[in-house]
T-cell receptor
Framework: EPEVTQTPSHQVTQMGQEVILRCVPI?????FYWYRQILGQKVEFLVS????????KSEIFDDQFSVERPDGSNFTLKIRSTKLEDSAMYFC????????????????FGPGTRLTVL | KNEVEQSPQNLTAQEGEFITINCSYS?????LHWLQQHPGGGIVSLFM???GKKKHGRLIATINIQEKHSSLHITASHPRDSAVYIC????????????FGKGTKLSVKP
């Protein structure tokens, strides 16, 4: 069964450093998402991406964040200058459609990347 | 406020019990999702529904659009059902980004 993969599984970085989190969505999906979950808290939406551009972003997704689909398979989240409060689990997800209300809206999640900022 | 509320926050059950987890939301939706988060952190989509009822194995999800309420039921619960169950909604009109509830931590004892 196709699945979303994410690398690395755990990233440790120093405050102020740049990190790139990588995701390979399911190959025929068209909509891509990044979410984050701070330890002990609920999952929060960061950004959605469709047709090579950002569709929607949350207040969390400020100028320190960027997303890119550099080739036909990868989808990346870059944090330019990490802060302590960026420490969280970051989940990538993909879906065939977005917001239509049908089964193809089902989002498939990757296993997550745990980011630790020291 | 566009939020998703779940209850209970924590639930402990004996193996075999019938379990109900509730979800309510404040603003209209295009779809409501139920997801399962394993102890290791991975998230799996269980159901997506916009009306009525869906069943998959021992899991049943229902939604009442008028009352803005959904329930997830687990019949004949088993210790392997122990996980966090999360309700999330599509924000209608968006590209499918989800607004999540805080989750219900279920522990099923043998």
């Amino acid at each position: 069964e196709p699945e979303v993969t994410q690398t690395p599984s755990h990233q440790v970085t120093q405050m102020g450093q740049e990190v790139i989190l990588r995701c390979v969505p399911i190959s025929n999906h068209l909509y891509f998402y990044w979410y984050r979950q701070i330890l002990g808290q609920k999952v929060e939406f960061l950004v959605s991406f469709y047709n090579n551009e950002i569709s929607e972003k949350s207040e969390i997704f400020d100028d320190q964040f960027s997303v890119e689909r550099p080739d036909g398979s990868n989808f990346t989240l870059k944090i330019r200058s990490t802060k302590l409060e960026d420490s969280a689990m970051y989940f990538c997800a993909s879906s065939d459609s977005g917001g239509r209300g049908g089964e193809t809206d089902t989002q498939y999640f990757g296993p997550g990347t745990r980011l630790t900022v020291l | 406020k566009n939020e998703v509320e779940q209850s209970p926050q924590n639930l402990t059950a004996q193996e075999g019990e019938f379990i109900t987890i509730n979800c309510s939301y404040s603003v209209g939706i295009s779809a409501l999702h139920w997801l399962q988060q394993h102890p290791g952190g991975g998230i799996v989509s269980l159901f997506m529904l916009s009306s009525g009822k869906k069943k998959h194995g021992r899991l049943i999800a229902t939604i009442n659009i008028q009352e803005k309420h959904s329930s997830l039921h687990i019949t004949a619960s088993h210790p392997r059902d122990s996980a966090v169950y999360i309700c999330a909604k599509n924000y209608g009109g968006s590209q499918g980004n989800l607004i999540f509830g805080k989750g219900t931590k279920l522990s099923v004892k043998p």
